[in-house]
């Protein structure tokens, strides 16, 4: 059973709107550290390097993601998304060594700070243009359902808080003329980006080596105990893959032992087809259908079962330890 939402026009339009606007703020930061020299400055400007490339590097991710499955590629092209995370989160951590690098050298050889006041407003401004811009990625990533657009969006609103933080430090240079708090904050700057840069490796990584996600464990068995017709018994050996956007899904159902193979088939098709379309997944569902073999009398609810062997006793409800569990149940 497959789920698809044709909205790659969509993610186009919001990935070149990013490097559009990522170009923007990229020349607003730099004419701020060249009208003030302060290396705080400098250090957001450099950052925000990362925001452009990382930008175009989205982009060609979600061109190659909606690319359809091939036999090269049967279950689609989306882990290039989590591999477009984690080049971000590279490029991040490699922003944060030559920040702290250029702070460094700041504090050894000393760089005076001139016009900070324009210097400021104009950093400012383009830090507010770049936290809207990080609001609208993050609400398309999830709304278009791309790790890309959604990584990108993270980092990039992130930017805005170390723009506030520049902002307030750089006030108290002026006010007290403390030059050093200058390339400090830039310091500050390099261990913010560093922890992000870990921080989204590590959750690209996890993608990609398809780890557990027990939040959309938790998701599919909530919608499949709403969607659940009385005549399917039990689920068990529920596993997902997430490639990109797109979800594979794999389940056994046990059915009713005297059903036909065309009543379990139509019975299984659109059991995958419900669940996918209260859950709002975009991939698909795969089947293996089991015959209850008499072992679920205790807890089955068909009422009109004609080879009942015992009462149900127990409430027919999926839990996640039961829909994971391998084998028999």
């Known amino acids: 059973m497959d789920s698809a939402m044709p909205n790659q026009t969509a993610r186009l339009r919001v990935a070149v709107l990013s490097i559009v606007v990522g170009c923007v703020v990229l020349g607003m930061k730099y004419i701020a550290f ?13 950052e ?36 477009s995370a984690a080049f971000e989160g590279g490029m991040i951590s490699l922003a944060a060594v030559l920040i702290g690098y250029e702070a460094i050298r700041s504090i050894v050889e000393g ?3 001139q016009n900070l006041t324009l ?35 993270h980092h990039v609103f992130s930017d805005f808080y170390v ?12 006010a007290t003329g403390m030059t050093w708090l200058d390339p400090a904050m830039a310091l500050a700057v390099c261990v913010v980006l560093a922890f992000t840069g870990f921080k989204l490796v590590r959750t690209s990584s996890a993608a990609l080596l398809d780890t557990e996600d027990p ?11 709403r969607v659940r017709p ?16 797109y979800i594979h899904v794999d389940i056994h159902m046990v059915i009713p032992e005297f059903y036909g193979i065309g009543q379990g088939h139509e019975l299984a098709d659109q059991f995958g087809k419900a669940v996918l379309a209260e859950a709002v997944i975009e991939g698909e569902l795969h ?29 027919c409800k999926i839990t996640v330890d039961k829909a994971v569990a391998q084998g028999p149940i």
């Open 287 to 315: 089947t293996h259908v089991d015959p209850c073999l008499r072992a679920f009398c205790n807890q089955c609810d068909l009422i009109s079962c004609p080879v009942r062997q015992s009462p149900q006793i127990y409430e």
């Open 215 to 225: 939040e959309l464990l938790q998701h599919l068995v909530e919608v499949m105990n």
């Open 163 to 174: 723009t506030l933080g520049l902002a307030a430090g750089l006030l108290l240079v002026k």
């Open 111 to 113: 760089v005076p700070i």
């Open 230 to 245: 009385k005549d399917i018994v039990a689920i068990h050996e529920l596993r997902t893959l997430r490639s990109g956007r």
């Open 119 to 153: 210097g400021l407003g104009i950093n400012f401004a383009a830090g507010v243009l770049n936290g809207l811009l990080g609001l609208f990625l993050v609400y398309q990533g999830k709304r278009q359902q791309s790790q890309a657009l959604e990584a990108d969006g």
């Open 34 to 46: 060249h009208v003030s020299q302060s290396a705080a400055l400098k250090s957001d400007a450099i």
């Open 48 to 83: 925000n390097v990362v925001n452009v490339v990382a930008a175009v590097f989205a982009l060609g991710a979600i061109i190659f993601a909606d690319k359809p499955a091939d036999r090269e590629h049967p279950y689609g092209h989306g882990k290039i998304e989590h591999f």
